[in-house]
Every structure is written in structure tokens, then in C-alpha cells.
């Protein structure tokens, strides 16, 4: 009996020492425990679960052979307060998916996915360390700025080159999205950057231009075909200031020569441009001067009864002069004022108007004098004859009635 009883005694103390230990945050021999009310409140566990390796098998062996059980050191999700926590926890241990020696990866329905003790609904499983959320984040953020980096490479040669853009990529949607965004950002700057080197060109070019006339475009900016032409441009805008001056200039000493009566040679070794402004300012100095001469000939019929060729330098301003002296209709009409003021017998005297051609008013005035002293002459003589025929025919009738009355008697 009393054998008996040692036997059942020994049975109880496998039984109770096999459970004791399994509850929350210890295991049992078979390196597992059951989950605790309180995790399970906490969505930390459910269920029986195993830890340090444990498995069904060891459970089984130590049925037969009973060992002494021993605290573990490894934790168990009920030893967490808070999810944050386990996610601390599993981050500073360098825990993944394939490193997981405390087996907090496995809970719940869903096993080694890389996630401890099964995360609560709606959490950001990014946070954790290599879960397939991190993996997924890292990997677009990759390739987004994967994507940004070659995007804004080809964008800033596009706009530095100012060709039409184009944002079409091959790749991931985060990749695509990066390249897009780089590809604008890139071709901004580089259509800024070649604005601003286009004016830099521009300048330099005006610089060239301002010194030299043959345009000769230098290294720095053959590589880029709108910097050429920026270059090309400032270049020309100095030649032709430096040219419109060039001309004033010999337009003005044109002109000189042209009032001074030289002979109208331009300079020798200069620009054909410079030599037409040259001729352009001695037609305009000679135009005037023919005006002047024109002027002289023209005053001078106010005092000439004939043309008297003048005195000039060349039979050229003499030809400006007779122009000039032949074109006053004026003499013609004084001419006719001052004779028929003489052939009515007026007394002799010049209206103000006439006071600058004396000679001529006094030599048609008289003209016209005479003329009507002639008329009066005229009319004289033949008043006379008149009389003289007017006796002769009284006379003849005198003469004819004595007859008459000698014979009737």
C-alpha cells in the first residue's frame, strides 16, 4: 500500500512539475508555454506557443525522461507593455524574418512573415525592422530617387540644349514618378543656365565685335549651337554701332568737302560703306551749294539788263549760276509794269517792290515812254493830214459851185 502510494506521489510531481511553468513569460519543458489572458488582451498571443526552439517532439520526450525545470532568459510578447515596444525590442536586436532566435516572429495564424507577435490592425509594419512593408518603402524610396537622379540628368541636357521635353521613362511607378519630377527640376536649371550663358555669349561677342570686324566664334561656345548664335549676335550689334558711327563720320567730312568745292575723294582704305556715306554727305554739301549758286544768278537778274557769265571757279558753278539767273520770272513781270507804266505817259516813278531792279524798271519805263511819245506823234500827224484833206475837198466844192454859177449865167 504504502508502495503505492510512492508511486502515485511521483506521478503527481511529473504531472504538476510538466505545468507549473506554463503561463506567461515562462516555459516549459519543451521550451513552450500557454499565452496569458492579459496578452491575449493585448493581441500580443494566442494559444499555446513555443520558444528557444521547442517543439511537439521535445514535448513528447519529456513525457519520458523527467527533467528539472529551469527559468528562460528569452522574451515573450506578454513581456511587452505595448506594441511600440515589441518593435523596439525586435529593431535593436537586428531581428528579421530569417534572424528571429526568440521566435517572437510566428504568432497567431501567420507564421515567420517577419512581423513579432502579430501587429495590430492598421499599424505601419514599415517601422520594423526588414518586414516586407520596410523592404517595400526602401525599395521605392530607391528607386524614386533612382529615378529623380537620372531623371534631372537628362532633364538638365534637354533644357541646356533647349530641345522639346519628354518625361517618358521605363521603370517602376516610383521610379517613373521620380524621374518625372527630377526631369523638370533639371530642365528648369539647365534652360536658366543657358539663358544665362547666352547672355554672357552675347556679351562677349559685342565685346569681339566692338574691336574687330571679322567674327571669328571662340571654342567655348561651339559646342552649343544657341550660344553660337548668341555670340554671332552681340557680335553684330557692335559691328553696326561701330559702323553707324563710322558713317556719320564720313558723311560728315562728305559733306565738308562737298560746301568747301574739294574735288570729292573719299579716303583711300576704308569700307565700301564708309566710302558711299562719304558720297552721300559731298552730294549733300554740292546740293547745297548749287542752291547758293542758283540764289547768286537768280539776284543777280534784278540787276542786269543782259546775262553777264560770272566770275566762278568751275564751269560747273557757273552752269548753277545761269540756272539760277534764267529762272526769274520775276524781271518779266516788272519789265511789264515799268513799260506800260511808260507807254501811258506816267510820270516816272518805282513801286517799293520793284526798288531792287532800278536798272530794269528805268530802262522798260522809258522803252514805254518812248513808245507812247511815238503813239502821240502819231496821232499828231495824222490830225494834221486830216485838217489839210478837209480844205482841199472845201476847195474842190468852191471851185466846182463858181464854175457852176458862170455858166448859168
Known amino acids: 500500500m504504502i508502495k503505492r502510494i510512492g508511486i502515485i506521489t511521483l506521478l503527481l510531481s511529473f504531472v504538476l512539475g510538466s505545468t507549473i511553468y506554463a503561463h ?3 516555459t516549459d519543458s519543451s521550451g513552450g508555454h500557454n499565452c496569458s489572458a ?5 493581441g500580443l498571443c494566442s494559444g499555446y506557443h513555443y520558444h528557444n526552439g521547442g517543439t511537439a517532439e521535445s514535448s513528447h520526450k519529456s513525457n519520458s525522461t523527467f527533467t528539472t525545470p529551469t527559468q528562460s532568459s528569452d522574451k515573450d510578447c506578454s513581456d511587452f507593455s505595448s506594441y511600440e515596444e515589441v518593435v523596439e525590442y525586435w529593431n535593436s536586436k537586428g531581428y528579421t524574418k530569417e534572424n528571429d532566435p526568440e521566435r517572437l516572429d510566428g504568432w497567431g495564424n501567420t507564421v515567420d512573415d517577419g512581423i513579432p507577435c502579430e501587429a495590430p490592425s492598421g499599424y505601419d509594419t514599415s517601422k520594423i525592422n526588414h518586414s516586407p512593408a520596410q523592404i517595400a518603402k526602401i525599395t521605392a524610396e530607391n528607386d524614386k530617387a533612382t529615378g529623380e537622379k537620372e531623371g534631372y540628368s537628362v532633364g538638365y541636357t534637354a533644357g541646356y540644349s533647349d530641345t522639346t ?7 517602376s511607378d516610383d ?9 523638370e527640376k533639371g530642365y528648369l536649371e539647365g534652360n536658366n543656365k543657358l539663358h544665362a550663358d547666352k547672355e554672357k555669349a552675347k556679351q562677349t561677342g559685342y565685346e569681339f565685335g566692338a574691336k574687330q570686324d571679322q567674327l571669328v566664334i571662340p571654342d567655348t561656345f561651339k559646342a552649343n549651337t544657341s550660344l553660337q548664335e548668341s555670340f554671332t549676335i ?4 557692335a559691328v553696326s554701332e561701330r559702323d553707324e558711327k563710322k558713317k556719320a563720320e564720313y558723311a560728315a567730312l ?3 568737302d562737298g560746301k568747301d568745292e574739294n574735288d570729292g575723294r573719299p579716303p583711300k582704305n576704308i569700307k565700301d560703306l564708309y566710302i558711299a556715306s562719304y558720297n552721300e554727305g559731298f552730294e549733300k554739301g554740292q546740293s547745297e551749294l548749287k542752291v547758293e549758286y542758283k540764289k547768286q544768278g537768280y539776284e543777280a537778274a534784278f540787276t542786269m539788263l543782259i546775262y553777264k557769265k560770272p566770275q566762278l571757279e568751275t564751269d560747273k558753278y557757273v552752269g548753277w549760276y545761269k540756272e539760277g539767273f534764267e529762272s526769274n520770272k520775276e524781271i518779266k513781270e516788272i519789265q511789264d509794269d515799268a513799260y506800260n507804266l511808260g507807254l501811258q505817259g506816267e510820270a516816272f516813278q518805282i513801286p517799293d517792290k520793284y526798288q531792287k531792279a532800278k536798272v530794269i524798271f528805268d530802262e522798260y519805263y522809258h522803252l514805254g515812254k518812248k513808245e507812247h511819245a511815238t503813239k502821240q506823234e502819231e496821232k499828231r500827224t495824222t490830225a494834221t493830214a486830216s485838217t489839210v484833206a478837209g480844205m482841199g475837198i472845201i476847195g474842190w466844192f468852191a471851185r466846182r459851185f463858181y464854175v457852176a454859177r458862170k455858166m448859168a449865167s
Open 234 to 237: 552681340g557680335f553684330n550689334e
Open 38 to 42: 492579459k496578452s491575449q488582451a493585448k
Open 24 to 26: 506567461s513569460g515562462r
Open 175 to 183: 521610379y517613373i514618378q521620380g524621374y518625372q519630377s527630377g526631369y
Open 254 to 256: 562728305g559733306y565738308q
Open 165 to 171: 521635353k519628354n518625361t517618358s521613362a521605363n521603370g
